[in-house]
């Protein structure tokens, strides 16, 4: 509480006050709707940016990992592509290059197929099938010769397209096998032979495991069915259907997204190897490659959160110094404004009171000089001067005029000092006039006065009025918080660093401790009820301001309050007494 | 030494003349600034008690005036009204000022102080 308490602005606890202005005044308003303002216009830029940002860096990550995937496929769809016609152009060259008549010899066939395995390796058999599909040559692990293959698809596409390569199979070997066919023309008799191979799928296999893709990354062939037709990590078995939809034929590589059957999504790229019955596939789960997504996320998160703290509170601080200033200036104002009114105030006070004073004393002249004139008279002719009781009536008119006469020459010397603005003063004289006004009410009310401003104290030059106001003020305050029969003690030094220090003190009720911070604030008033404005403090705060000092006060309930005022004491030369020619 | 009185104010004037005559001095007085600019024409007087505010010529005014052809008089001002104007003028322009009710006895210190001067 301690803590809040200390870092609670001077405005927070501030009134709004009441009627037209009560909404200019409200300084919590200003500070809510302050911070609200400069919190939209700093953070709603700040969140679109990271918006954008973020979809930004997204977009550029899921086009890397397109780009990344299609790449690799399109690779991969090279290597087997180049994997397969490598070895039909193989056969090719064979053909060419021995004829039929020299491959259908055993021995050669078998130098053949030995050198085959050697430079390129995979070849398990070879073997020559005629036109009528018979197969006419054959040197491999199996008895396979004489065997007809009219009826099978392979063979007429080779002879019909000129060369045939087949999906992997098991046939009745039992192992994972393919097969290379090779139309060729005998030379000789112009007839047409198939060169068939089989080749194991140990290198076409190897080709794509090979391949480095990172995490769960899968690449696998397919047949255009669909049929599995080397290794996959996730999706299916050999030579059963794959679990993921195979789009549709396209000559180029490409990449989509796609969603697996239990749900997960992956990105595959696909490639038609062409002339074969091939496709490869590189399968990668979406989520994988968005990882480093969730790092950059996490970072702008951060930053983000940091941004926002810093700027909420440079915000906060800043709304909270401007409204502190505002509401400082609008207070120093108001002061001045009500010290201008209460100068005028004083000074009409003051006119009038010259006024008075001025009808009243030309009366009073006559009556002090026509008495006067009587008892002169009387004092000459000697049969009167001797009438004590003449005498005495006499000198009691006169008396009277002498105390008239102090009243409104005091009333003449105060009204005369509101408009003075820098004089010459004793401050014995100034507390001895101020409280003069009040001595009836001090009487009346059985109220103490204690002076002590000892006679040492030196003449200094100061605004008169203005000290008066503030005297004045501070006595009346005092006279308001005492009960009958209390003590006022008024006291002064010259304290170090050549400053006055008066001090107003009273026994009266005290000031909460609340309200010890706000009673120089315009308008704090815990006399409202009783008529009292909240201006006297706040004016003699701003007076002593004027004169350049300060003001404290010190108060405890019902033991009573002191009023400390120290300002420059422009001490004169003129050490002398002040010659008062009205007092 | 010989004093003029000024105010407007007969009954305040006569019976002030008519007590410092009674103490021995030798007193005039008027209850105007015109006729009291002709008085003074001769310059007989030594000391004049002159009252501030007048009709038609006010004490500062009626100063001026004489104390262009007679230099060498004093003049105390007298004021019922003491405002910072008349206070400052009257303190500059004569040897005393004054606001009533004043005391006689106040009133010939200050005349025989300048007639000392004088």
């Known amino acids: ?583 | 030494m010989k004093i003029l009185l000024v105010d407007d104010e007969v009954e305040l004037v006569s019976a002030m003349a008519e007590r410092l005559s009674l103490r021995g001095l030798d007193v005039d007085w008027t209850d105007s600034g015109v006729k009291a600019l002709q008085m003074a024409q001769g310059c007989v007087y030594d000391v004049a008690v002159l009252d501030m505010k007048m009709p038609k010529l006010s004490g500062l005014e009626l100063r001026r005036l004489i104390s262009e052809k007679c230099p060498d008089m004093k003049f105390i001002f007298l004021s019922g009204h003491g405002s910072e104007a008349d206070f400052k003028a009257g303190c500059k322009e004569a040897a005393s000022y004054l606001i009533k009710p004043v005391s006689l006895e106040d009133l010939m210190a200050q005349i025989q102080e300048c007639g000392c001067k004088g």
């Open chain 1, 1 to 583: 509480m301690s803590i809040i308490r200390k870092f609670k602005p001077q405005f927070w606890d501030t009134d709004s006050g009441v009627g037209p202005a009560k909404r200019l005044f409200n300084y919590r308003r200003i500070w809510r709707f302050a911070i609200g303002v400069l919190a939209v216009v700093a953070l709603v830029p700040l969140l679109v940016m990271a918006f954008i940002d973020y979809n930004v860096t997204r977009h550029s990550l899921e086009s890397e990992n397109l780009l990344l995937t299609a790449r690799t496929t399109s690779n991969t769809r090279r290597t087997v592509a180049s994997f397969l016609e490598e070895r039909s152009k193989a056969l090719q060259f064979l053909a060419e290059h021995q004829g039929i008549a020299s491959l259908r010899d055993c021995d050669n066939l078998a130098k053949v197929l030995e050198s085959l395995k050697s430079s390129f390796g995979g070849f398990v058999d070879i073997g020559i099938i005629n036109e009528a599909g018979r197969q006419i040559a054959y040197l491999g692990p199996y008895d396979l010769l004489g065997r007809d293959y009219s009826g099978q698809d392979g063979f007429e596409i080779a002879m019909s397209k000129g060369s045939y390569i087949s999906d992997v199979f098991l046939g009745f070997r039992d192992e994972p096998h393919l097969v290379l066919a090779r139309r060729v023309k005998d030379a000789k008799t112009g007839a047409a032979y198939i060169l068939r191979a089989t080749l194991d799928t140990e290198q076409f296999t190897t080709i794509l495991t090979s391949l480095d893709l990172a995490g769960s990354g899968d690449a696998f062939i397919v047949n255009r069915e669909g049929i599995i037709q080397t290794p996959s990590k996730k999706h299916g078995e050999m030579l059963t259907k794959v679990d993921i939809v195979i789009p549709g034929f396209s000559e180029k590589t490409n990449v989509q997204q796609i969603s697996g059957k239990d749900g997960t999504n992956y990105t595959v790229g696909y490639a038609y190897v062409l002339d074969t019955p091939f496709i490869v596939l590189v399968a990668k789960e979406t989520k994988e490659l968005m990882l480093p997504l969730q790092t950059i996320r996490m970072e702008l998160l951060w930053i983000l959160c940091t941004s926002i703290f810093i700027i909420l509170l440079v915000i906060v601080l800043v709304a909270t110094y401007m409204v502190n200033k505002i509401y400082e200036a609008d207070q120093t104002r108001a002061r001045t404004l009500h010290q201008i009114e209460h100068t005028n105030r004083m000074a009409s006070i003051g006119r009038l009171a010259a006024g008075v004073a001025h009808e009243i004393n030309n009366p009073l002249a006559i009556i002090n000089e026509k008495a006067g004139l009587v008892k002169d008279l009387f004092m000459f002719k000697q049969e009167y001067a001797a009438d004590d009781r003449l005498m005495s009536n006499i000198d009691s008119i006169i008396n009277s005029v002498t105390r008239c006469g102090k009243i409104t020459k005091r009333l003449l010397s105060f009204a005369r000092h509101i408009e003075v603005e820098v004089d010459d003063i004793r401050f014995q004289d100034l507390a001895t006039e101020v409280v003069g006004f009040l001595q009836k009410e001090a009487e009346y009310r059985s109220i103490s006065i204690q002076m002590d401003i000892p006679d040492s104290l030196p003449q200094f030059t100061s605004d008169r009025g203005k000290l008066q106001q503030i005297f004045l003020n501070l006595v009346n305050n005092a006279f308001q918080a005492m009960s009958d029969g209390g003590h006022l003690s008024i006291s002064a030094r010259e304290s170090a660093g050549g400053k006055l220090m008066f001090a107003v003190g009273d026994d009266g009720c005290g000031i909460p401790e609340a309200d010890i911070k706000r009673i120089f604030d315009p308008f704090f008033s815990t006399k409202k009820k009783k008529g009292g404005t909240g201006l006297g403090l706040s004016i003699t705060y701003g007076l002593v301001q004027e004169l350049g000092g300060t003001m404290a006060v010190e108060s405890e309930i019902g033991v009573g309050t002191t009023f400390t005022i120290v300002m420059p004491l422009n001490i004169t030369k003129k050490a002398d007494n002040h010659e008062n020619p009205a007092g």
